[in-house]
């Protein structure tokens, strides 16, 4: 062997491995990657979604860009730069960007468009300069939200209420009554004009007067418009009440309600006692607004709502109610129902055609029944001794649900009554009440043609027969009656 060859063979050894260190340390060995996550064919004017990038095979990446190219101009959308990165490998090979975009802001035109991802890595390249085009997605941008217009008006509504509203909100895939806080959502499908939406919604008890109601419409690609609804809110005063707390009724409900939710006895009467009034009532309108984020889309009632027979009011819709314990005040809070008493274990009805939503224990209220009468109402039978429907099942307007009890937090046999609107307790008077039936409900379902039954369906809601008007119930102060 010759003497050269033992130098130029290490030589070209070393400089070949160095050569492919280099390369697999500094070079692009293959041009990076991306897709869309999340992304559909159109935009709207709050574009929202999401990009992956992949630069396996290199150094790392070095920069993202996402724009929204149009046939005249491009419109960056998002950046990232990730620097030059480490000497020795390790940088960022994957990631994804979220994109949040106001095209109205960027003042992007509506039309086709196309979501152009650029992609450039730390990696040298033995040919071509510049970023790697990783994503060209077409997509149609549409800013323009629904048009809306209010048909119903004269919503004169009393704090604690309800009421309808009928809209036109042409392009929506969505709506809903907007009351403060509180979202309502609408419906379509009950009209012949496939554009006519029917919101029944509720002004709580305890927003303010001055609330601004609106409808909010929303299109398929998240387009949305809000238009105020004419409302007039009539404030009103709810009873303040005062109720006693016997030693004998903390003795026996404290521990039977712990029971009843599989709770451990509390050692101290009053702690467990303010345990129930304050975080097991809170967890049952939690239960219960959860239950209720979803209606049958259609009416199912027809004409007023039905009032327990020969039943008497022992407590109206929001007391406000403090509880007395040894001649002090120990808690304060709101009654959202209606306690109407009859005989013991007497029949409690359906106060409307409805269907069973649930059958069962439920904290504070005891065994409760919770009916779905359609587009957002709701009704509640607490307390209960019995329960005599099970969960699913239709009822009809006057069929029996259960027997009236003292289950939950009720000191005596009474039935807990409460409508609701979409989670919120509303004040029953005015679903018991005919005439408040005719004119805040039967006639705004009367304002537009109803679209063809589809295969047998429940009949809307239809005026009452003339001249059928009862009377209001009128308030007994009663005893006191320490429950729901
Ligand atoms: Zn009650």
Do not use: C
């Not at 196309?114 to 060209?136: D, K, Y």
């Not at 809170?282 to 259609?298: D, F, I, M, Y």
């Not at 403090?322 to 959202?336: P, V």
Request: glycine letters at 12%; hydrophobic letters at 45%; proline letters at 8%.
């Amino acid at each position: 062997m010759k003497r050269w060859v033992l130098v130029v063979v290490p030589v070209v050894v070393g400089v070949a491995l160095a050569a492919g260190g280099l390369w697999w340390l500094k070079f692009e060995r293959q041009p990076p990657t991306g897709e869309l996550v999340a992304a559909k064919g159109s935009l709207g004017q709050r574009a929202a979604f999401a990009v992956a990038v992949h630069a396996p095979k290199s150094p790392g990446l070095h920069s993202v860009r996402v724009a929204l190219r149009t046939a005249s101009a491009a419109f960056p959308l998002a950046e990232k730069n990730y620097g030059p990165g480490p000497l020795l490998g390790g940088g960022v090979r994957d990631d994804v960007l979220r994109v949040h975009a106001d095209l109205g802001k960027l003042g992007v035109p509506e039309g086709n468009a196309e979501i152009e991802v650029l992609v450039e890595t730390n990696g040298w390249r033995l040919s071509g300069e510049g970023p790697t085009v990783v994503v060209q997605h077409p997509v149609v941008v549409d800013v323009t939200p629904p048009q809306v217009a209010v048909l119903s008006t004269q919503h004169n509504i009393r704090l604690g209420g309800a009421s309808v509203a009928v809209f036109r909100a042409a392009g929506a895939e969505q709506a809903e009554i907007v009351v403060g806080p509180y979202a309502f959502p609408a419906t379509r499908g009950i009209f012949a004009d496939a554009d006519a939406w029917v919101g029944v919604f509720a002004v709580p008890q305890d927003v303010d007067p001055a609330t601004r109601v609106s409808v909010r419409a929303t299109d398929g690609v998240g387009n949305a418009r809000e238009v105020g609804v004419p409302v007039s809110i009539k404030t009103r005063r709810f009873p303040d009440r005062v109720l006693a707390l016997s030693e004998t009724f903390l003795q026996q409900k404290v521990p039977e309600i712990y029971a009843a939710n599989a709770l451990a006895a509390p050692a101290d009467l009053v702690q467990g006692y303010l345990f129930i009034n304050r975080d097991m009532r809170k967890q049952s309108e939690e239960r219960l607004r959860a239950l209720t984020a979803s209606s049958v889309p259609r009416p199912l009632w027809d004409g007023p709502f039905l009032r327990q027979p020969n039943a008497a009011p022992m407590s109206a819709f929001a007391d406000r109610r403090a509880y007395e314990y040894r001649g002090a005040i120990i808690d304060r809070q709101t009654h959202l129902g209606y306690d109407l008493a009859s005989l013991r274990h007497a029949d409690v009805i359906a106060t409307q055609n409805g269907i069973v939503l649930l059958a069962d224990n439920l904290g504070i209220y005891g065994n409760t029944v919770v009916l779905d009468h359609g587009l957002g109402v709701f009704s509640l039978y607490g307390h209960l001794s019995a329960i005599t429907v099970q969960k699913g099942q239709t009822v009809k307007a006057g069929e029996v649900v259960g027997q009236t009890g003292e289950t939950g937090l009720a000191g005596g046999d009474h039935l807990h009554f409460s409508i609701m609107v979409g989670g919120s307790h509303v004040d029953p008077v005015e679903w018991w009440d005919p005439g408040w039936i005719r004119d805040h409900v039967a006639a705004r379902f009367a304002l537009l043609p109803a679209a063809p039954a589809a295969g047998g369906g429940e009949a809307p809601a239809k005026l009452p027969p003339p001249g059928a008007t009862e009377a209001r119930p009128s308030v007994i102060p009663g005893e006191g009656h320490p429950g729901v």
